[in-house]
């Protein structure tokens, strides 16, 4: 029996080195990675990360931080993205590194990243954590407004050495929006009931960007609360009698002709107004009577340059008077996509 | 059954721990990354060769992080907590006299979880804290369920039973009202984390882990043989020069320890704890100075092998390994039930 016990001690003896070791080796890495020039940069938390001066092999934690590497035209250094990632759709064929949440460290370090990009909104703090103890550096924005997105293209562009993409890239959708809330400018901002998820019904809290960016549109969130995704009671819905209810789609419409919205709209609200009059207490209220129903492009949950475009979407869908085809022409002077800047456009921007 | 000598013992701990070792170099050699199995032998033993002379420099840098850096103390960490949960579930099976005792079902596991989230929730970013609320709400949580499973001053096995049950899903429905409640940025993580979580810690909470561990399940160990008695009935233990009480508190707190441990560092893994005791006295008896030690060995090798399918079965994404103890574990439970009823 003492034996058995003395075996028993062996074994977890042979573990603990194992233990041991492995936080050697990972001294010892740390000691022996930063060979090429590295430059300390702070993040938008306040952790000083390591940046290699040529970053050559990025990894996004979050589908928002591939679509700013798309849109800043770094794509070909891109060699990990994270699930969910579709936008645009050439980042779906990338490899992945599973989900934003729980990625697999071990895909992260495979796919020998020289920079991992994070964001507070859906990575956890300990993943950046463990990515920082194993000598990779990962660099974490923390966008809460629509500015604070821009932000973060910015500083990104600053990270990965595409500054001169994304000065051009943030002058041109600062633009945008200037040329938007000046059209708005005289515009009460319409009621909103934002749709998050729609079992338990959820909408946007004060700290959201969703928030932000429903100002930015000419709108307000029925709903003012400090938690970020609220779940709220039908009754609390009649009681706060929203001017419209707003949902988030995905619909990849054509809208590029400025005044139309994306084809796959009209249909879509007219399901969802269908869906709403069959429903006791939903069909009575006054957004459903009157058929206000505003239907968005899904890009508006995500942090990133084509939150823009929803933007405007929505601003047009919220006030149509203001975007009748006589002023239609003052918001398109302005490049629309950042797909397809044209290198004119953004030297006459900057 | 055989009787139990030493070298019985000894021999039945020495096939586990080998079956442990495949068990631990095989979930070395799969995972996301590709890394085929000669380079992971080639880095095992540069790396077991460079913990003697120092020199790391024959190991390519990645390789050497995926294997050293990630898989191995992921792994460890799976054999810490398999043994934790393993033998707190033997543990409890015999202070409470009931086959069905385990952490996981006596509400011991939510107890924990909620110390931890208590922890997250207000002292972030004071050490141990998380370890020790965890182990205090497991305490309190075994000492409530026990109180509860009296029935005129006797430990009454059903009402012990749901009195668990009822623990559990009152701590969870707590634990669903501070995750509500609470909006903090590292509260968001709790959902996986509520179902069992083995992404990599820190090393040096795995080196405390082990100490604390090996010390909990040692002075359980040391009670072994009047655990025996025990079973057999207080009085008759008693009467044995058996001193109950004292026994009792001890295994009682190490369970404690031991599961409260493992929830800090890991979530709430089921089936463990259940399961392997059960597994293991099917093939060895039901004397506590083997079923200890077998199964510790034993729920091991069940966890890292489970965290091995959980992390590799849909890679690159990861399951929440406690849905893997799960899915393996509740109908391999139905079978034993089963062979036990006919």
Redesign the interface.
């Known amino acids: 029996m003492r034996r058995a016990t003395a075996l028993n001690l062996f074994g977890a003896a042979m573990l603990l080195c194992g233990a041991n070791s492995s936080s050697f080796a990972l001294a010892q890495n740390a000691q022996e990675r930063p060979k090429q020039p590295v430059r300390r940069v702070i993040d938008e938390v306040g952790r000083s990360v390591d940046v290699p001066a040529q970053v050559n092999r990025i990894v996004t934690l979050a589908p928002n931080l591939a679509e700013i590497i798309y849109a800043l035209g770094a794509e070909d250094h891109l060699v990990g993205v994270s699930e969910y990632t579709d936008h645009p759709p050439a980042a779906k064929e990338k490899p992945s590194i599973g989900m934003p949440v729980n990625p697999s460290l071990e895909a992260i370090v495979g796919a020998k990243p020289d920079l991992v990009l994070a964001t507070t909104s859906i990575n956890l703090v300990k993943t950046v954590d463990t990515l920082a103890r194993l000598g990779v550096p990962a660099y974490t924005t923390d966008p809460h407004t629509i500015e604070g997105t821009l932000r973060s293209i910015t500083d990104i562009g600053d990270v990965i050495g595409s500054s001169h993409e994304a000065t051009a890239l943030v002058a041109n959708l600062q633009a945008r929006l200037d040329a938007l809330q000046t059209k708005l400018k005289s515009e009460k901002p319409v009621r909103v009931l934002f749709v998050v998820w729609e079992q338990p019904l959820q909408s946007v809290g004060d700290n959201t960007f969703i928030a932000d960016a429903l100002h930015w549109a000419g709108a307000e969130s029925a709903i003012h609360t400090k938690q970020n995704w609220p779940t709220i009671s039908l009754e609390e819905v009649v009681k706060l009698n929203p001017d419209y209810i707003v949902y988030a789609e995905n619909q990849m419409g054509d809208d590029s002709n400025g005044s139309s919205l994306p084809a796959g709209i009209r249909p879509a609200i007219a399901r969802h107004l269908d869906e709403l009059r069959n429903q006791p207490v939903w069909r009575d209220l006054s957004a459903v009577r009157e058929g206000h129903i505003a239907i968005v492009d899904d890009e508006i949950q995500v942090p990133a340059p084509g939150l823009i475009d929803s933007i405007e979407q929505l601003a047009r869908e919220l006030h149509p008077a203001v975007f009748s085809p006589q002023s239609v022409s003052h918001v398109s002077s302005v490049p629309r996509t950042w797909h397809s800047i044209p290198s004119e456009a953004v030297s006459c921007v900057r | 059954m055989r009787p139990l000598t030493?070298k019985r013992?000894?021999w039945i701990?020495?096939g586990l721990?080998a079956i442990?070792f495949v068990i631990v170099v095989f979930s070395l050699e799969v995972?996301?990354?590709?890394?085929s199995v000669t380079d992971v032998v080639k880095t095992l033993l540069r790396?077991?060769a460079a913990?003697f002379t120092g020199n790391?420099?024959t190991i390519p840098?990645?390789n050497?992080?995926?294997v050293?850096?990630?898989?191995?103390?992921r792994v460890?960490l799976a054999?810490?907590v398999g043994a934790a949960l393993s033998v707190s579930g033997a543990s409890f099976q015999a202070l409470l006299r009931n086959p069905l005792a385990d952490p996981y079902v006596l509400g011991v596991s939510s107890g924990a979880a909620l110390g931890a989230i208590f922890s997250l929730a207000w002292f972030p970013h004071f050490p141990w804290t998380m370890q020790l609320l965890a182990f205090v709400g497991a305490l309190l949580t075994i000492a409530a369920v026990y109180f509860l499973g009296r029935r005129g001053g006797q430990l009454d096995s059903t009402t012990l039973l749901l009195a668990g049950i009822v623990a559990a899903s009152f701590l969870s429905a707590i634990i669903m009202f501070l995750m509500?409640?609470l909006?903090g940025?590292?509260l968001?993580?709790m959902a996986?984390w509520l179902m069992g979580?083995l992404?990599?810690p820190?090393?040096?909470r795995?080196?405390f882990l082990?100490i604390v561990l090996?010390i909990a399940i040692?002075a359980i160990?040391t009670t072994a043989s009047d655990l025996n008695l025990i079973l057999t009935g207080e009085r008759e233990a008693h009467h044995l020069g058996v001193n109950v009480a004292r026994v009792k508190l001890v295994v009682y707190v190490g369970a404690s320890l031991l599961t409260g441990l493992a929830v800090s560092v890991s979530g709430a893994i089921g089936y463990v704890g259940l399961l392997i005791p059960h597994v293991m006295r099917m093939f060895f008896g039901s004397d506590y100075?083997?079923l200890i030690?077998a199964s510790?060995?034993g729920g091991a090798i069940a966890l890292a092998l489970a965290d091995t399918l959980a992390?590799t079965i849909v890679?690159?994404?990861?399951l929440?390994v406690g849905a893997m103890t799960a899915a393996i574990g509740a109908p391999v439970f139905i079978y034993l039930l089963r062979r036990r009823l006919t």
Do not use: H, N, Q
């Open positions: 030493p013992i000894t701990c020495v721990a442990l995972g996301a990354s590709p890394i790396g077991a913990m790391w420099g840098p990645s050497k992080l995926i050293f850096g990630l898989r191995l103390p460890a054999v810490l509500t409640t909006s940025r590292d968001r993580g996986f979580d992404a990599t820190p090393a040096l795995l080196r082990f090996l040692g160990y100075r083997l030690p510790a060995l992390r890679a690159p994404v990861e929440p």
